[in-house]
């Protein structure tokens, strides 16, 4: 239809578009031709060409795709160097991280080695650093020490007869329990891979992975202490576990070993100096200092040279083996034990890896596979675990260091793992004499990144109060409650307010801005301006089983009609209005039968010339009884028109129904429309009674007034559902249920900016019909507004007078 409107000072002369018209003019497709079905689906998928099995092959091996076009003179000198620098890291933080799963240093080296390998065929990403990872380490930590704790490995000893840990045991279960572990989480990685379901990490929002890591570096200090003051804390897991081993090591103070002291603050001080000179000399500097590698060598140096160990009781690394272990399968018995633990290492160690993947993809120009990602991820430790290695994720100190020294492939996470090779075959046994207290230090010291992100809370408290609250609950669930079920309690609450800010979205009505075809919020907007008898009502989150009968009370309350209250007083009304054509009926009867008693009376005294005197006062009261019915039903025209449901003078349309003239009102008198509803029951009186007066008064009691705030007019409502993506069972029942109530009382709904997807879940859920058609959707907001105002125009009734404009012009 063509429809030409004028807003403001603008003239639009458009064709009005309701989806019917919208799908005939562009040929909307339908979902089996968007979507084809199971049956061609498999087709598809089994169907084999040759660019689409070498498409397969490329995506799931990368290294196919640009290892060919790598570049040994662009590229080969910088990944080299950029490797040589990361391996360098990889020594220190993989045998310090390994203290923090509660394993041999060794086994860090190990973890260094062989997923950053399998990383090189199966990752997406050029600039991560596949490796160690604090957090990761202090997950794992946690799995070995609970199955594996110290008192299980007690042993008497022969000579005095004393209990002692076997700690060649202790160690050799704990491995395996950390391998199994790491096989089962990287299996979940894989099939969460194979199964697209890369975006999982997207549940851990940036808040949540930055107070969860911060509670994780409190968890890495905590199990630091007693490296740090050599003493022998019990280590407890569970909820709590953080509260109890604190007060374990703050009671085991008075037993504290002074030299591990001396030891741990000599290398705190020298590694913060160090680390605060390199950062002072970054930009001068080509490659960061190894501080932590020049820490380690010395105090190995010192320790081996002044026999701390045998002097001093000092504790250190102790025996390393060299060469490679051989690969062994994980003791399947313990993933029944593990598999919570296994999903929670994989989720964070996938977050972490894709977050980081993706930062540097979007800094240099590539792309990162978040499905391949999470398969390769998942390799690493599947093929690592064989090799008793633990969980891996990226570091982001590393993954910094390999970016900023001009790593630009994969190859130089391959030079890394050469330099860990290096140490593993010929350099391990040097380190033997590590001081672990020194190792301590390096982890504490390289936490500090971590802690700086207490300042998030002041950062969230001005930006967002919601992300505030699930900081803070993240981290106390993580420090509380341990950090696998603090993970699942801290994901379930950020999901929780997601649910809460749908359940509870902005409504707002909605008003044209003159000049354009833009719809604001009235209340936000001044220019906004309502569109004379039209509501435009709009909610700010999708109307779905949670919102949808609060969608509807708040459509009530915007539009300001009491649907429930005006549908009853209207069928009083209507039952009034059917009594009062049953008394008009009777009357005219009546005065059909003294008009013929007066005719053929007439008649009958036609022939005779006299009339006597009474005859012609009855005569003349029966006239003047006619025209008192018509005065009183005029009057009883008049005192109705001031009710809030406006009767026309002419009793019923052609349809059989009277037209009533609505009016908004705020909250209405129940006490008057419960008084009026016992009257109108009751009323069985005629107008010609003696309590005519009374009940003329009374009808005016249930006025304008009485109704509080009011305006006139509202013959239509649009719902506008642009920001809806889905609409389920409920939500279309609710839609059902305004259409029809509004129609009790004479208001058109229609919809508006309703997406594809929406339109076709009203289709599969039966919501159109004779009544409610495709007619009732629109494009826009504006099509709407536009066939709503030219619809009344062309359908309009005559507007009767209240008894407020009668009073007015009755002056004039």
């Given at each position: 239809?063509d429809?030409?409107?004028?807003?403001g000072?603008?003239?639009?002369?458009?064709?009005?578009?309701?989806?019917q018209?919208?799908e005939?003019?562009?040929?909307?497709?339908?979902?089996s031709?968007?979507?084809?079905?199971?049956t061609?689906?498999?087709?598809?998928?089994?169907?084999?060409?040759v660019?689409?099995?070498?498409r397969?092959v490329?995506?799931?091996?990368?290294?196919?795709y640009?290892?060919p076009?790598?570049?040994?003179w662009?590229?080969?000198?910088?990944d080299l160097?950029s490797?040589?620098?990361?391996?360098?890291?990889h020594l220190?933080?993989?045998m310090?991280?390994?203290?923090l799963?509660?394993?041999p240093p060794?086994?860090?080296l190990?973890?260094?080695?062989?997923?950053?390998?399998?990383?090189?065929?199966?990752?997406?990403?050029r600039?991560?650093s596949?490796?160690?990872?604090?957090?990761?380490?202090?997950m794992?930590?946690?799995?070995?020490?609970?199955?594996?704790p110290?008192?299980?490995f007690?042993?008497?000893?022969?000579t005095?007869?004393t209990?002692?840990?076997d700690?060649?045991?202790?160690d050799?279960?704990?491995v395996?329990v950390?391998?199994?572990?790491?096989?089962?989480?990287?299996l979940?990685?894989?099939?969460?891979?194979?199964?697209?379901?890369?975006?999982?990490?997207?549940?851990?929002?940036?808040p949540?992975?930055?107070?969860?890591t911060?509670?994780?570096a409190?968890?890495?200090v905590?199990?630091?202490?007693?490296?740090?003051?050599?003493?022998s804390?019990?280590?407890?897991?569970?909820?709590l576990s953080l509260?109890?081993?604190?007060?374990d090591?703050?009671?085991?103070?008075?037993?504290?070993?002074?030299?591990?002291?001396?030891?741990?603050?000599?290398?705190?001080?020298?590694?913060?100096?160090?680390?605060?000179?390199?950062?002072?000399?970054?930009?001068?500097?080509?490659v960061?200092?190894?501080?932590?590698?020049?820490?380690i060598?010395?105090?190995?140096?010192?320790?081996?040279?002044?026999h701390?160990n045998?002097?001093?009781?000092v504790?250190?690394?102790?025996e390393?083996?060299?060469?490679l272990s051989?690969?062994?399968?994980p003791?399947?018995?313990?993933?029944?034990?593990?598999?919570g633990?296994a999903?929670?290492l994989?989720?964070?160690g996938?977050?972490?890896?894709?977050?980081l993947?993706?930062?540097?993809?979007?800094?240099?120009g590539?792309?990162?596979?978040?499905?391949?990602?999470?398969?390769?991820l998942g390799?690493?430790n599947?093929?690592?675990?064989?090799f008793?290695?633990?969980?891996?994720?990226?570091s982001?100190?590393?993954s910094l260091?390999?970016e900023t020294?001009g790593?630009?492939?994969?190859?130089?996470?391959?030079?890394?793992?050469?330099?860990?090779?290096?140490?593993?075959?010929k350099?391990?046994?040097?380190?033997?004499?590590?001081?672990?207290?020194?190792l301590?230090?390096i982890?504490?010291v390289?936490?500090k990144?971590?802690?700086k992100?207490?300042?998030?809370?002041?950062?969230l408290?001005?930006r967002?109060k919601?992300?505030?609250?699930?900081?803070?609950v993240?981290w106390?669930?993580?420090l509380?409650?341990n950090?696998?079920?603090g993970?699942?309690?801290?994901?379930t609450?950020?999901?929780?307010?997601?649910?809460?800010r749908?359940?509870?979205?902005?409504?707002?009505?909605?008003?044209?801005?003159?000049?354009?075809?833009?719809?604001?919020?009235?209340?936000?907007?001044?220019?906004?301006?309502?569109?004379?008898?039209?509501t435009?009502?709009r909610?700010?989150?999708?109307?779905?089983?949670a919102?949808?009968?609060?969608?509807?009370?708040?459509?009530?309350?915007?539009s300001?009609?009491?649907?429930?209250?005006?549908?009853i007083?209207?069928?009083?009304q209507e039952?009034?209005q059917?009594?009062?054509?049953?008394?008009?009926?009777r009357?005219?009867?009546?005065?059909?039968?003294?008009?013929?008693?007066?005719?053929?009376?007439?008649?009958q005294l036609?022939?005779?010339?006299?009339?006597?005197?009474e005859?012609?006062?009855?005569w003349?009261?029966?006239?003047?009884?006619?025209?008192?019915?018509?005065?009183?039903?005029?009057?009883?025209?008049?005192?109705?028109?001031?009710?809030v449901f406006?009767?026309?003078?002419?009793?019923?349309?052609?349809?059989?129904?009277?037209?009533?003239?609505?009016?908004?009102?705020?909250?209405p008198?129940?006490?008057?429309?419960?008084?009026?509803?016992?009257l109108?029951?009751?009323?069985?009186?005629?107008?010609?009674?003696?309590?005519?007066?009374t009940?003329?008064?009374?009808?005016?009691?249930?006025?304008?007034g009485?109704?509080?705030?009011?305006t006139?007019?509202i013959?239509?409502?649009i719902?506008?559902?642009?920001?809806?993506?889905?609409?389920d069972?409920?939500?279309?029942k609710?839609?059902?249920?305004?259409?029809?109530?509004?129609s009790?009382i004479?208001?058109?709904?229609?919809m508006?900016?309703?997406?594809?997807?929406?339109v076709?879940?009203?289709?599969?859920?039966?919501?159109?019909s004779?009544?409610?058609?495709?007619?009732?959707?629109?494009?826009?907001?504006?099509?709407?507004?536009?066939?709503?105002?030219?619809?009344?125009?062309?359908?309009?009734?005559?507007?009767?007078e209240t008894?407020v404009?009668m009073?007015?012009?009755?002056k004039?």
């Amino acid at each position: 239809m063509d429809s030409t409107r004028r807003f403001g000072k603008y003239r639009v002369e458009r064709e009005v578009l309701d989806e019917q018209r919208l799908e005939e003019v562009t040929q909307r497709k339908t979902h089996s031709d968007t979507h084809p079905s199971l049956t061609g689906w498999i087709k598809d998928s089994l169907r084999c060409t040759v660019p689409k099995l070498k498409r397969s092959v490329v995506s799931i091996l990368p290294v196919l795709y640009w290892l060919p076009k790598y570049s040994v003179w662009d590229y080969g000198m910088p990944d080299l160097i950029s490797g040589i620098s990361v391996g360098i890291m990889h020594l220190p933080q993989g045998m310090a991280y390994a203290l923090l799963a509660s394993l041999p240093p060794v086994f860090g080296l190990y973890t260094s080695l062989y997923p950053a390998l399998i990383y090189f065929f199966f990752g997406t990403s050029r600039h991560i650093s596949i490796g160690t990872f604090t957090v990761l380490s202090i997950m794992v930590g946690s799995v070995t020490e609970r199955l594996a704790p110290d008192v299980d490995f007690l042993k008497v000893n022969g000579t005095n007869l004393t209990a002692e840990v076997d700690i060649t045991a202790r160690d050799s279960y704990r491995v395996q329990v950390a391998a199994a572990t790491t096989v089962l989480g990287g299996l979940i990685q894989v099939v969460l891979g194979l199964v697209k379901f890369g975006f999982v990490g997207t549940y851990l929002s940036e808040p949540l992975v930055r107070a969860y890591t911060t509670a994780a570096a409190v968890h890495a200090v905590v199990a630091q202490l007693k490296y740090i003051f050599g003493v022998s804390p019990t280590r407890f897991s569970g909820p709590l576990s953080l509260v109890y081993t604190l007060k374990d090591v703050c009671s085991s103070l008075p037993q504290t070993h002074l030299p591990t002291v001396v030891v741990s603050a000599v290398s705190t001080a020298f590694l913060i100096a160090a680390k605060e000179l390199n950062s002072f000399l970054s930009r001068k500097l080509p490659v960061p200092v190894p501080v932590e590698l020049i820490t380690i060598v010395a105090g190995t140096l010192i320790s081996n040279y002044a026999h701390l160990n045998s002097n001093y009781t000092v504790s250190v690394v102790g025996e390393i083996p060299s060469g490679l272990s051989p690969p062994s399968v994980p003791d399947v018995s313990i993933f029944g034990e593990v598999i919570g633990d296994a999903f929670a290492l994989a989720i964070v160690g996938y977050a972490i890896s894709i977050s980081l993947g993706k930062t540097f993809a979007l800094k240099h120009g590539y792309k990162v596979d978040s499905n391949q990602e999470l398969v390769a991820l998942g390799l690493s430790n599947t093929v690592g675990g064989f090799f008793q290695c633990y969980s891996v994720c990226p570091s982001m100190s590393r993954s910094l260091i390999q970016e900023t020294t001009g790593g630009k492939t994969q190859m130089a996470g391959v030079a890394s793992a050469l330099i860990v090779l290096v140490t593993i075959l010929k350099l391990g046994p040097l380190f033997q004499e590590l001081p672990k207290a020194i190792l301590a230090a390096i982890v504490i010291v390289n936490l500090k990144g971590m802690f700086k992100q207490y300042s998030d809370i002041v950062t969230l408290w001005r930006r967002s109060k919601i992300d505030l609250v699930v900081w803070l609950v993240t981290w106390v669930s993580a420090l509380l409650l341990n950090l696998d079920v603090g993970l699942a309690a801290s994901i379930t609450f950020a999901l929780l307010t997601v649910i809460f800010r749908t359940q509870l979205p902005t409504y707002s009505v909605l008003g044209n801005i003159p000049g354009t075809e833009l719809y604001l919020d009235i209340e936000t907007h001044k220019e906004a301006r309502e569109i004379p008898g039209v509501t435009i009502f709009r909610s700010s989150a999708t109307v779905y089983f949670a919102n949808a009968e609060l969608y509807l009370e708040a459509l009530k309350e915007k539009s300001g009609l009491d649907i429930s209250k005006m549908i009853i007083y209207k069928r009083r009304q209507e039952a009034k209005q059917k009594r009062r054509e049953r008394r008009a009926e009777r009357r005219a009867k009546r005065q059909a039968k003294r008009e013929r008693r007066a005719q053929r009376s007439a008649k009958q005294l036609s022939s005779v010339p006299v009339f006597s005197v009474e005859e012609d006062a009855g005569w003349r009261d029966t006239c003047m009884d006619g025209n008192v019915a018509n005065k009183e039903d005029q009057g009883w025209a008049e005192r109705e028109n001031g009710t809030v449901f406006v009767i026309p003078t002419t009793p019923r349309g052609s349809d059989g129904h009277c037209r009533w003239e609505y009016l908004k009102g705020g909250d209405p008198d129940c006490t008057s429309l419960g008084w009026m509803s016992e009257l109108q029951d009751g009323d069985t009186t005629t107008l010609g009674s003696s309590s005519e007066d009374t009940l003329s008064r009374d009808l005016e009691r249930v006025s304008l007034g009485s109704l509080g705030k009011w305006t006139w007019d509202i013959h239509s409502i649009i719902l506008d559902l642009s920001t809806a993506n889905f609409i389920d069972t409920v939500a279309i029942k609710t839609m059902k249920n305004i259409f029809q109530d509004f129609s009790e009382i004479d208001v058109d709904i229609y919809m508006a900016g309703c997406q594809t997807s929406v339109v076709e879940e009203l289709e599969r859920g039966n919501f159109f019909s004779e009544s409610i058609t495709k007619r009732h959707l629109f494009a826009s907001v504006h099509d709407a507004v536009l066939y709503c105002l030219d619809h009344r125009e062309a359908t309009s009734f005559p507007r009767y007078e209240t008894s407020v404009d009668m009073h007015i012009s009755t002056k004039l």
